[in-house]
């Protein structure tokens, strides 16, 4: 059973520390990490209850999200995301809830393209074959599609939305045609649900082109219910693929990169594992993420968000933005992972779909 909801979003938000004006020099956070990567969470709405993400007990079909008006615009995003590229951030990923889901979201991609990030987007693939080509035409670059199984019923029983496994495979098909490719796939692997299909997962993406990365079941949010027992550690994923295909470690392709890449010895490509849980790499964190009503939040297992939206609504000067992150940034000591325990994992955090995974 999951636990009694404690926090969804954060009750309170904080404007954020009022630091100096930044001064253009390097940015770096209490632990000398800098600021490389951000998340968008676009939206906070999904079409599927990912038991480990949104338990149908509490996003059921009275749940409210977001309103409309309380969600940052295109305009809003594009304007923080220039910002934030001028603080050195090199990658923007647009993720969620769905982020497939919020309307129009090729005119986003297209004023996000010029800023020169790597831009990229995570999804559940369940549109794809629809918004694959109009995504590419965008200036998307690259695309993560979420299948946590190939089995009909295991999937149906994890995406909790009776969502037919060729539906997402259809999706990815229609990526590589658009010219996504490779195509990165997220299979979050819990114990006793879907860990039985580690192995036919490896086996059907060998050779494919694409590259299958296995994600620990963290303990993000508080409302999955998550037990350390439900956990299979990447090293166990490593076991039994290697069992069957044998692998060897493969470098990174720049530092704090959160998959570690594993080859096949017989050249039928490569998989990733994110051991967030088992390995916590806290020490690479480079990653900042905007949630869907323009929160900053410094941790994925943070409890608290500064308020940007309400510095862009009332006025606030680009310099005030790029001042207000700067000061967030330097003042960040997050390590969640690092430090996780029993305890910790039952605190209030909020939760994946609204702070974007
Ligand atoms: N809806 C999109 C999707 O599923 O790809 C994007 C948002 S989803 C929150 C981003 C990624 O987070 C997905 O790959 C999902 O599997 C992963 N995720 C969600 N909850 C998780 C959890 N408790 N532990 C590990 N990964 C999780
Ligand atoms: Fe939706 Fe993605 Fe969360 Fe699944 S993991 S419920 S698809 S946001
Ligand atoms: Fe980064 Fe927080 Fe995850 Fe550590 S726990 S890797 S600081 S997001």
Redesign the pocket.
């Known amino acids: 059973m999951p636990q009694k909801v404690i926090s969804i979003r954060p009750e309170s938000r904080t404007p954020g520390p009022k630091g100096p004006r930044y001064d253009g020099g390097p940015l770096a956070d209490k632990l000398g990490r800098s600021l490389r990567d951000l998340r968008i969470s676009v939206t906070d709405r999904?079409n599927?209850r990912?038991v480990?993400?949104m338990p149908r007990e509490v996003f059921g079909n009275d749940y409210k999200f977001l309103p409309h008006a309380a969600i940052l615009s295109f305009e809003e995003i594009a304007r923080l995301a220039a910002v934030f590229v001028g603080l050195g951030v090199k990658k923007i990923r647009l993720?969620?809830?769905?982020?497939l889901l919020r309307k129009d979201l090729p005119r986003l991609i297209e004023m996000l393209a010029p800023l020169g990030a790597d831009l990229t987007l995570?999804?559940?693939g369940s549109t794809l074959v629809k918004h694959a080509r109009a995504l590419k035409d965008a200036g998307l670059e690259r695309l993560?599609?979420?299948l946590?199984s190939l089995d009909e019923a295991t999937f149906r029983a994890m995406n909790d939305a009776d969502f037919p496994v060729a539906k997402v495979l259809g999706g990815i098909a229609a990526a590589a045609a658009a010219g996504f490719s490779p195509v990165k796939i997220?299979m979050?692997v819990k114990r006793g649900v879907n860990d039985h299909q580690v192995v036919e997962a490896a086996r059907y993406w060998r050779d494919s082109g694409h590259i299958l990365r296995f994600?620990?079941?963290?303990?993000?949010g508080s409302t999955?219910g998550?037990r350390m027992d439900d956990v299979i550690p990447s090293a166990e994923v490593l076991r039994r693929i290697g069992e069957a295909f044998p692998l060897e470690p493969a470098e990174a392709n720049y530092a704090g990169e959160v998959a570690a890449r594993w080859r096949y010895t017989d050249g039928a490509g490569e998989i990733g594992v994110i051991s967030?849980v088992t390995r916590a790499f806290c020490r690479d964190c480079n990653r900042m993420r905007l949630s869907t009503e323009g929160a900053l939040f410094t941790c994925l297992f943070a409890q608290q968000g500064h308020d940007l939206k309400a510095l862009l609504r009332e006025g606030g000067s680009d310099d005030d933005i790029r001042d207000r992150i700067a000061a967030v940034w330097r003042l960040r000591d997050d390590r969640y992972s690092e430090i996780r325990t029993a305890q910790t994992a039952r605190l209030p955090k909020v939760e994946?779909?609204y702070i974007?995974?």
């Open positions: 999904c599927f990912c480990y993400c993720t969620g809830g769905e982020p995570t999804t559940n993560t599609v979420s946590d997220n979050v994600i620990e079941y963290m303990d993000v999955n998550w967030s994946m779909s974007g995974g």
